[in-house]
């Protein structure tokens, strides 16, 4: 005897879809099958057609790179509404920015910080700390918060956007938004570039030796190739005096980072960590002091030198296009003119504090 024996329909079965898609994922658990990270390509090709606009301009223009990164980055805001553009732009605003810090390890040596005499190196910090104040009492003034001041005074204080990036990495988008550190960014770059332009000549209408000249330029300029640049607008001499102070002023970069991590405390994602490990200094920032000594040690050839600038570079200005990228156009509208106002008082009161040491003690 037989049977009629006919296919079941699954669809129509109680659970029967249930029952597939539990015998689905089971074969492919057993099968070792992870979740899928996204892909890096999409976001970091188009991060690099982005970097490699706005060095073009840079090269044929003569305008500071970081900051045509910072506007490139902006105009192309749109292309990170596509969630596989958010896997490498994440990457490249993170990884390349810690790198990039690392790398810059290769232009500083300790023997260059001790070039610099006691006077003039207490001086520079006294500067240092006068600019962090003036970036805190700016925010206060504009009503943002404490941690649009310290990241304006503190970039302002060290490196440009190689310092903002840095402490921004410790302060965190939870405490401040994408928007606010990329118009500060814009802000410090914009600043810096005026600098370059506007001090030497300032420097030479007040009749300012090169040593003088050196310091003031060396001391208040943001970026570390346009205070180098300025220097040497100036004078030879004024211009290795300029290095000297500058490179003194990256490296306080690490203890800066430290204790600003100290004083703003852990943010919501690490207050649940262990003291020892909130306390610690990122491993990108003990990267860079380790790079800095080795550099003390065993003195880098200067082609090696000028190939590690040049990384550093590339990598800083990824990782800023990439931030400008993410940003969020309508936090840039809300926040305004009021955050350049902390890297405006920064600004000032670094130029006049350095200007005051330097007359007096130069």
């Not at 506007?198 to 190739?225: N, R, T």
């Not at 600003?260 to 990108?284: D, V």
Request: hydrophobic letters at 55%.
């Amino acid at each position: 005897m037989q049977h009629n024996l006919k296919t079941v329909d699954w669809d129509n079965l109680p659970h029967g879809g249930d029952l597939f898609g539990e015998m689905e994922l089971a074969a492919r658990e057993a099968a070792g099958g992870k979740k899928k990270r996204p892909p890096l390509f999409p976001g970091l090709a188009l991060c690099g057609v982005a970097a490699a606009a706005a060095a073009w301009l840079s090269g044929h223009y003569g305008f500071p790179i970081i900051l045509l990164g910072l506007l490139v980055g902006l105009a192309l805001n749109f292309v990170s509404q596509d969630p596989r553009t958010h896997a490498g732009l994440d990457f490249a605003s993170r990884t390349c920015l810690r790198w990039g810090i690392v790398v810059l390890g290769l232009q500083v040596t300790f023997e260059q910080i001790g070039a610099l005499g006691v006077a003039p190196f207490i001086a520079l910090l006294a500067v240092m700390a006068v600019t962090l104040l003036a970036g805190l009492a700016g925010a206060r003034l504009a009503g943002q918060s404490r941690y649009a001041g310290l990241l304006s005074g503190g970039a302002t204080a060290i490196c440009g956007a190689s310092a903002a990036l840095a402490l921004y990495g410790v302060i965190g988008k939870e405490r401040l938004s994408q928007a606010q550190f990329a118009l500060t960014l814009v802000g410090v770059s914009l600043a810096s570039a005026l600098a370059m332009t506007i001090y030497p000549m300032l420097a030479a209408q007040l009749s300012l030796s090169d040593a003088q000249a050196g310091f003031l330029i060396g001391a208040s300029i943001h970026d570390v190739a346009q205070a180098i640049g300025g220097g040497y607008a100036f004078s030879d001499a004024a211009g290795s005096q300029a290095t000297i102070v500058k490179l003194a002023r990256v490296a306080l970069l690490a203890p800066l980072v430290a204790l600003t991590s100290l004083a703003i405390g852990p943010s919501n994602e690490s207050a649940e960590q262990p003291l020892w490990r909130r306390l610690a200094l990122p491993w990108f920032i003990l990267a860079f002091l380790g790079v800095v000594t080795l550099n003390s040690l065993i003195p880098v050839p200067a082609p090696v030198a000028e190939t590690g600038l040049t990384a550093s570079k590339t990598l800083l200005l990824l990782a800023v296009t990439a931030t400008a990228m993410r940003s969020r156009m309508d936090l840039l509208l809300e926040v305004g003119w009021r955050s350049v106002v902390p890297v405006a008082t920064a600004t000032l009161a670094s130029f006049a504090c350095a200007l005051g040491f330097a007359v007096l003690l130069l």
